[in-house]
Nanobody, 120 residues
């Protein structure tokens, strides 16, 4: 099995910053995609940023220039640095990965979510 543990959410004032972390563990052979999604109250889950193994990162238009995704392959960890936060960024943030397990199964795994609340 593959597990994800997120951390770093919390309450911050508008204009502030937070850094989210997500550590993957378990029967991982190779992680192909790591990314962050979010779901605000009453809204559908949406992609925030994705970091493939190769190629360029993808960002939602609403976070470009403010959020930065990065990864540490040696630690199976993905980060989301969020700057200039706005109240509209308030949501539960979910880490997700697509990976090959040691049994060579292609799996997509989601974290439990971490709440980010931005006050005005």
């Amino acid at each position: 099995q593959v597990q994800l543990v997120e951390s770093g959410g919390g309450l911050v004032q508008a204009g502030g910053s937070l850094r989210l972390s997500c550590v993957a563990s378990g029967s991982i052979f190779k992680i192909n995609v790591m990314g962050w999604h979010r779901q605000a109250p009453g809204k559908a889950r949406e992609l925030v940023a994705a970091f493939p193994t190769t190629g360029s990162t993808n960002y939602a238009d609403s976070v470009k220039g403010r959020f930065t995704i990065s990864r540490d392959n040696a630690k199976n960890t993905v980060y989301l640095q969020m700057n200039s936060l706005k109240p509209d960024d308030t949501a539960v943030y979910y880490c997700n990965i697509r990976a090959l397990t040691t049994g060579l199964r292609d799996v997509t795994v989601w974290g439990q979510g971490t709440l980010v609340t931005v006050s005005s």
